[in-house]
């Protein structure tokens, strides 16, 4: 079993910046991916941004291209969004996920992904 904790989330004025991570733990892969997915109220889940763990590839939603960066701590066994020039628009629950095989150009498919966390809250004022 994998365990994913998101935190970082929280209340942030347009125009300003917000960092989460999402710590994993459990068993390992060795070639896996992780995704940041989010979820605005009454919408589906999208997503986001997702890094290739061994590469380090990343992979953007066109929405947060140039604004959101992806990375990841080999170390801690964690994984980072930066969220810079936030909108209104980007207020939602932020999922983190775990893919074991995530085969190229299937990022941003919810069923590519096999353990989710329980999601953190980020909302964005005007």
């Known amino acids: 079993q994998v365990q994913l904790v998101e935190s970082g989330g929280g209340l942030v004025q347009a125009g300003g910046s917000l960092r989460l991570s999402c710590a994993a733990s459990?068993?390992?892969?060795?070639?896996?991916?992780m995704g940041w997915f989010r979820q605005p109220p009454g919408k589906e889940r999208d997503f986001v941004a997702a890094?290739?763990?061994?590469?380090?590839?990343?992979y953007y939603a066109d929405s947060v291209k140039g604004r959101f960066t992806i990375s990841r701590d080999n170390a801690k066994k964690t994984v980072s969004l930066q969220m810079n020039s936030v909108k209104p628009e980007d207020t939602a629950v932020y999922y983190c996920a775990v893919g074991e095989r995530v085969l190229t150009g299937t990022w941003n498919l919810r069923s590519s992904y096999d353990y989710w966390g329980q999601g953190t809250q980020v909302t964005v004022s005007s």
């Open positions: 459990g068993r390992t892969f060795t070639n896996y991916a």
């Open positions: 890094i290739r763990w061994r590469s380090g590839s990343t």
